[in-house]
């Protein structure tokens, strides 16, 4: 493994893993920086390239939660292959014996009747080369690994790759207060992309809680990596780490913008929320362009269109009635918030049918384990929109 590339060095197969049924969000997201050639795959996105590629795609992709660089692939017919091909690999060139390791992944195989055994058949092999090598082993970490690995079999094939995010790119570093049911930060990222907006209209979310779905949409509009933030990243603890070529990479991305391209606006009843939302904004340059009121979502001051993005309460933790709130807000988009764009994640179906507007696009996606709709609405002047 090389960080610095050549015309004649082999490409690296990279694969980019994303939530349920955003496969196609990140891919539009890697055309657009610059990776026009990929494969969709269930969860992930598969593109070749270079150590370089591997460091600005942890700093810049904002859909994807980690990224992997594929060290082996092989095929085996029994358990002892697994150890025995793993032993061929040579861990010591990817990383020092003083860094802590560990091994996770995804088994579909009827050769493993144990789904943990291996798992610990891969780590006996980097621990036994290790020891063989230099008389002296790396120790396991599972919580906190310098060095993730991650393995996948299917049947009788065997992708051994590393990797190179280590905690989950959702952790941006940014959000430090968050409410009772924040949105995760790659979903907000990716439900911005499939909205659709255009990163020019007036931008809303009348229920914006810890302020993910703002602070993504000014990323994005500002030109800012969501990435800009975080510190931790796991390719620092490769032994090929270039740490020239990260600096130049991290240091010419854009951090401070002196305005926004379209007005970003934020709402939410609780003041505690409004407060959290206000310093998580205050990480970012642009922090105090966007404006946050604390009130209720029908006395937001704003004139349409607009396009609104936002995640209502779900449950009654976050409002004492929801098919009574869920029933105004279909009654104030319809009469005070035409002629503008709408969407809306929840979990709460009853929620939906009580807005009582018809959508013009329904997904299903997954705010971490919660199973949710995200439903766009189109409303116009006039009767056009009503069910
Ligand atoms: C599901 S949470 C939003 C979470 C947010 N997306 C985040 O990442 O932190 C819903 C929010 O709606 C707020 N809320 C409840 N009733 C409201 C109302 N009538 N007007 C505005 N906000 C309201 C709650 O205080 C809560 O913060």
Known sequence: MHSSQNAKSTPLKITLKCFFGFENILAEELYELGYTQCEQLNRAVQISGS????YKLNLFCRCAISILVEIDQFFIQSEEDLYKRSLQIKWHEIFDVNKTFAVKGAIFSPIFKNTHYPFLLVKDAIVDTFN?????????????????????????????????SGLPLFQRGYRSSV???????VVAACLVRMSGWDRKQTFVDPFCGSGTIL?????????????????????????????????DIYQGATRIVRQLPCNIIG????????LKARRNLRKFSFGRLVEISSTSFDQLKMEPPVFILTNPPYDQRLAA????????????????????????????REGFNAIGLKASAKHLVYNGDIECEFRKYELFEGKKDLN
């Not at 906190?144 to 009788?156: A, H, Q, R, S």
């Not at 709402?267 to 409004?274: L, R, T």
Request: charge should be neutral.
């Open 215 to 247: 602070i993504e949409a000014a990323l994005l509009a500002a030109g800012i990596p969501s990435n800009i933030e975080r510190q931790h990243y796991a390719f620092k603890n490769l032994k090929n780490y270039n740490a020239k070529c990260w600096e």
């Open 51 to 54: 150590w370089d590629d591997v």
């Open 179 to 185: 409410g009772a049911a924040p949105l995760n930060e």
């Open 132 to 164: 063989k090598r230099f008389n002296q082993r790396p120790n396991i970490d599972v919580k906190t690994p310098n060095v993730l690995f991650d393995l996948y079999i299917k049947d009788k094939q065997v992708t051994i790759s590393v990797n190179t």
């Open 267 to 274: 709402g939410d009843i609780s003041d505690e929320m409004v």
């Open 321 to 348: 009635n929801i098919l009574d709130l869920y029933g105004q807000l279909g009654t104030w988009l319809k009469h005070k918030m035409a002629p503008s764009s709408v969407c809306i994640i929840s979990s709460s």
